[in-house]
């Protein structure tokens, strides 16, 4: 497909065959893990960086070399883009695969690593750029036919101009900025009285937040699915898409759950959002794994919000259904190969889920939590894959994201899909740090997320349906359960039972008076569990 309308800075390079031998990973945790195994599989060595806090991580581990970069903090470690590409020099690397987040769509970074005469596993500068200015993004799209949100095609400078630019899209308006992005500098104005304050907050924290006070206004849509299309695209020109990804499962921004296919998208909507998602691709000669947002409202009409220009942390559910290890996609396109497969060939089966495992107490208004994890256990069996950085011994800290676990499932169909996940979710075992894992099993059980008809705001809008059930007749039963339990131990001191086994000999079956048995020995050192004082035969 060419690429129209595109200045020649981002119009694709040629397709000149590059070296590709030797992968520095810009990235820590599972992401960095990730990368790796597709590196290993394609015959790739790999470098990884690490700071001070990561010295002992999976990624430094998993890596061929490892390289230190310094103190924990990213502003010290994993955003030092200089001491990253002397890393690749000093190591003889021949690229730089930058994961997500950190330095991934920092298109100063891709100069600095070209500039060093190394590949940057990722789209252009240009592209970026391109797509990192929302306000040229939205000119871009509208030009090239993707449907946006109603809104300015220009920035809003002046208050006559806000104010005749909000009457003509119509209140509620969303007032956003055009260097921002995610969920930063946006403003919800409801109310013509409430226009000019907001916006005077709004530049002031954009200016602060990104140097930038540049901002357009759009319609505001009440309660939309956030649901994104993979693309991809080579530098031959030739884009394809993999389909959504349901993403509408989240608070403050952040993902929890996403699936695909989503519950919401027939199979005409499926295509007409495929093939915006390409041609908005394709008007910026995009290469490399790209991710288009949408918006769609209640009457199914949809929107295309921003362009991602990193492979995303969801991208394993795409990968489950497709079959495509998009890692490897990145590498070959990287190097200047064409796309292994054509539109029509990229079949999906299936449905694929994800739960995101984060280190936070959800029922303390989501804190994020800290500690080292002491035991792990983490499921498998079929259609379950995990990816994480996470091992016993390591320690959580507040350094980086919270997220210490990525839990994925493919089955036949949702309801299985679902159950598979529920399933995975009971053979977790983490101790030492606080996660959301009961969270994760409320959302998966409660209504909205089981009939597939939840939207970006149900989580934040109806906390009361994922929240820990609490009620008297619950407490009062938790008490009466405490309190025999006290009881039977108490009456049972010293009544040892092996480990996961039969009583031990001669201790206290059939009695059950305190002191019959070993008098010394306590739960810790016998290795008895509370369970075992319930097994049948094992009472009083
Ligand atoms: C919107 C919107 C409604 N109308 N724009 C939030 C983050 C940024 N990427 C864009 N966001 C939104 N833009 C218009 N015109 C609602 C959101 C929004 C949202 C979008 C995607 C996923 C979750 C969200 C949660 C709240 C608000």
């Not at 590059?18 to 990235?27: H, S, T």
């Not at 199914?300 to 998009?326: A, W």
């Not at 039972?497 to 305190?514: M, N």
Request: charged share 25%; aromatic share 6%.
């Amino acid at each position: 497909m060419p690429a129209r309308r595109t200045t020649s800075a981002a119009r694709p390079a040629a397709p000149a065959a590059r070296r590709l031998e030797k992968v520095l990973v810009a990235n820590r945790g599972e992401i960095a893990l990730r990368v790796m195994r597709s590196c290993r599989e394609m015959g790739l060595r790999t470098v990884a960086v690490y700071s001070d806090a990561d010295r002992a991580a999976l990624h430094v581990r998993a890596a061929y070399q490892a390289v230190r970069l310094g103190p924990a903090p990213s502003s010290e470690s994993y955003l030092r883009g200089d001491l990253i590409v002397q890393a690749a020099l000093d190591t003889g690397a021949d690229a730089i695969h930058p994961g997500f987040g950190f330095l991934s769509e920092n298109p100063d970074f891709v100069r600095q690593v070209e500039a060093a005469g190394l590949t940057f596993i990722g789209p252009t500068a240009a592209a970026m750029e391109a797509m990192g200015d929302k306000i040229e993004a939205r000119r871009r799209m509208i030009a090239a036919g993707v449907p946006v949100v109603p809104g300015t095609a220009d920035p809003v400078e002046d208050d006559a101009t806000l104010q005749r630019e909000a009457a003509r899209i119509g209140f509620p308006v969303m007032i956003k900025a055009s260097a921002g992005g995610g969920g930063k500098g946006i403003r919800i104005v409801r109310t013509p009285d409430e226009l000019l304050p907001a916006a005077r907050r709004a530049r002031s924290e954009a200016q602060n937040a990104f140097g930038d006070g540049t901002l357009y206004l759009e319609k505001y849509l009440e309660e939309p699915r956030h649901i994104e299309v993979q693309v991809f695209g080579d530098m031959h020109g030739s884009v394809v898409h993999l389909g959504e990804r349901e993403c509408s499962v989240q608070r403050r921004h952040q993902k929890v759950i996403e699936e695909r296919p989503s519950p919401l998208l027939d199979e005409e909507l499926r295509a007409a959002m495929g093939a915006a998602a390409v041609k908005a691709a394709a008007a910026i000669g995009y290469h490399n794994a790209g991710t288009l947002e949408f918006l769609v409202d209640r009457h199914k009409h949809f929107y295309m919000l921003e362009m991602n220009t990193r492979l995303q942390v969801e991208h394993p559910i795409t990968e489950l259904t497709s079959g495509v290890d998009l890692v490897r996609w990145q590498l070959l396109v990287a190097r200047g190969e064409r796309l292994p497969l054509r539109q029509e060939q990229i079949v999906h089966r299936g449905h694929a889920i994800e739960c995101r495992l984060y280190a936070e107490d959800a029922d303390h208004g989501f804190l994020p939590a800290t500690g080292r994890v002491d035991r792990l256990e983490l499921p498998g069996g079929p259609g379950v894959r995990v990816d994480t950085g996470l091992f016993e011994g390591m320690e959580v800290g507040l350094h980086y994201d919270p997220m210490l676990a990525k839990i994925s499932v493919l089955a036949d169909d949702r309801p299985a899909a679902i159950a598979r996940m529920a399933r995975a979710l009971t053979e977790i075992t983490i101790t030492g740090v606080t996660t959301n894992l009961p969270f994760l099993r409320r959302v998966l059980r409660s209504e909205p997320f089981t009939s597939g008809r939840y939207d970006t705001s149900t989580l934040e809008s109806r906390p009361e349906l994922f929240a820990l059930q609490t009620s008297p007749r619950r407490e009062r039963d938790v008490a009466y359960i405490a309190a025999a339990l006290a009881h039977v131990l108490r009456r049972r001191r010293g009544f040892v039972v092996q480990r996961g086994g039969a009583p031990a000999a001669g201790a206290g079956t059939g009695t059950g008076l305190g002191g019959t048995g070993p008098a010394t020995g306590g739960a810790g050192q016998s290795g008895r569990r509370w369970v075992d004082a319930f097994r049948p035969g094992g009472t009083p």
